[in-house]
């Protein structure tokens, strides 16, 4: 089982369509959590954290299940500067620092 | 205050010559990583490094691959007798060390390498 995964993708959505991305992972020790996203041949950015209570910026909701070791990223009224590859990453006690990341799924948001 | 910094950006080789990828961290980060994405795959990591010090290379190819972050200068990863699985994107990441959050970690434009 891969340490971090999720939706294969892609996903084509209108501009104004909301979109839900999910992400498991299998460290149980893991107790970071985050969404990076990554424009085509750039480097990831990081979009937020993930905490326990769920979290909102704006338009994007994150979630975290902990007992499912479950991780969601909700975009609300999507934006055509939305379209990006959204990364699941997790970091775990112990890991040395280094964060793992999922492959990503790839959004395109369509005028 | 510049970000991470590597370079070059694009690297052409030949099948057996070496790859030198240089990064420098943002200023006042003595933490550094290095991340590798391969076509279509996620960013795996490679190695963390400290002033001096490799701290973690668990991700490392046991062969070819090799890293340091000196006193003074940039980070180097090193590849030698690169072959065509080695084209990739080289991720560089700095942190000022010390919080193991993993959220201050702040990744460079990558080097995009491609062996011929």
């Known amino acids: 089982r891969k340490e971090v995964e999720q939706d294969p993708g892609p996903f084509n959505v209108p501009e104004g369509a909301t979109v839900a991305f999910n992400c498991t992972y299998s460290n149980s020790a893991s107790q970071s959590f985050f969404w990076y996203r990554q424009d085509c041949r750039k480097e990831p950015k990081l979009l937020m954290s993930v905490y326990s209570s769920g979290n909102e910026d704006g338009r994007f909701t994150a979630q975290l299940n902990r007992a499912s070791q479950y991780i969601s990223l909700l975009i609300r009224d999507s934006k055509l500067s939305d379209s990006a590859t959204y990364l699941c990453?997790?970091?775990?006690?112990?890991?040395?620092?280094?964060?793992?990341f999922g492959k990503g799924t790839l959004l395109t948001v369509n005028p | 205050n510049a970000g991470v910094m590597q370079n070059p950006r694009h690297l052409v080789r030949r099948r057996g010559q070496e790859a030198r990828l240089r990064c420098s961290p943002m200023k006042g980060h003595s933490h550094v990583y290095w991340y590798r994405q391969l076509p279509e795959e996620g960013l795996k990591f490679m190695v963390y490094l400290q002033k001096e010090n490799i701290i973690d290379e668990s991700g490392m190819p046991k062969e070819r691959f090799s890293a340091e972050f000196p006193k003074e200068g940039p980070s180097i990863l090193r590849i030698q007798q690169v072959v065509r699985g080695d084209s990739a994107a080289y991720f560089c990441a700095s942190s000022p060390g010390g919080s193991g959050s993993g959220e201050t970690q702040y990744f460079g434009p990558g080097t995009r390498l491609l062996v011929l």
């Open positions: 990453v997790v970091f775990a006690r112990g890991s040395n620092y280094k964060l793992t």
